[in-house]
């Protein structure tokens, strides 16, 4: 199935958008097949997760951390991660810079705002984000890149509210984008959308969707 699930979503999705098949929980054989589909993409949520599926996988897939990542996992994904998506705050992005440091490696990050009216989501603040980009801490990181912006919509099926929450982060790139960014050509990510939302992230401006359950099946937490 996750190959006929595959093609199917790819049709929906047009050129300059990438499609990070989330495969969190999800077993092995299920990202192989979908490799064997041709996808290179795949995101994670839980580091320790990522660094064993990394082990065992070709090596020429992209990893993408699309989670809440705590300080003390950080050093297991940093040899290979491609793009971060999840910095949601400014003492993760200071850890991550000193890891990448060891490692002697540039690691690409995205920006997570908290756009949804759910409590729980993590998530920056535009205040917090400016705070961190004015900061001389920020400016003398070498080994972080920030790409862009990330963020999840409210769990709802008002598709009138979830629209309203990707024009807000589409908003928050563009006011990043020049008022710190203006010159710098690698900041152009705008990673918003999901399986049951990601065709209204893409008409909002997304570059990249993280679409799980609708490649890989209902995901079961009770196993
Ligand atoms: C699980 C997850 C997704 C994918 O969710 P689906 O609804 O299965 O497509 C996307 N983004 C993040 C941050 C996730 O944790």
Redesign the pocket.
């Known amino acids: 199935m996750v190959k006929e699930n595959l093609e199917k979503i790819r049709k929906t999705v047009p050129e300059g958008v990438v499609l990070v098949a989330?495969s969190?929980t999800k077993p092995v054989e299920d990202i192989q097949e979908a490799y064997e589909a041709g996808q290179r993409v795949f995101g994670e949520?839980h580091a320790l997760e990522m660094r064993d599926k990394h082990e065992v996988l070709p090596k020429d897939i992209d990893w993408h951390f699309?989670?809440h990542l705590q300080t003390n996992k950080i050093k297991y994904i940093i040899p290979f991660t491609r793009l971060i998506h999840s910095i949601d705050t400014f003492n993760l992005l200071q850890a991550v810079n000193k890891e990448a440091v060891k490692h002697d490696r540039v690691v690409d990050c995205l920006l997570q705002f908290h756009i949804a009216e759910e409590e729980t989501k993590f998530g920056l603040s535009m205040e917090e984000a400016k705070d961190i980009l004015n900061s001389e801490i920020f400016k003398a990181m070498n080994n972080v890149r920030i790409c862009g912006v990330m963020g999840?919509a409210t769990n709802t099926d008002d598709m009138v509210l979830v629209r309203k929450e990707f024009k807000h982060l589409k908003d928050i790139f563009t006011t990043l984008k020049s008022k710190y960014f203006a010159d710098c050509e690698w900041f152009k990510e705008i990673s918003m959308g999901?399986?049951?939302d990601y065709p209204i992230a893409i008409e909002e401006g997304a570059t990249l969707v993280?679409?799980?359950?609708?490649i890989f099946g209902e995901r079961n937490y009770n196993i």
Do not use: T
Not at 210 to 214: D, F, I, P, Y
């Open positions: 989330v969190k949520n699309i989670g999840m999901m399986s049951h993280r679409v799980g359950s609708k």
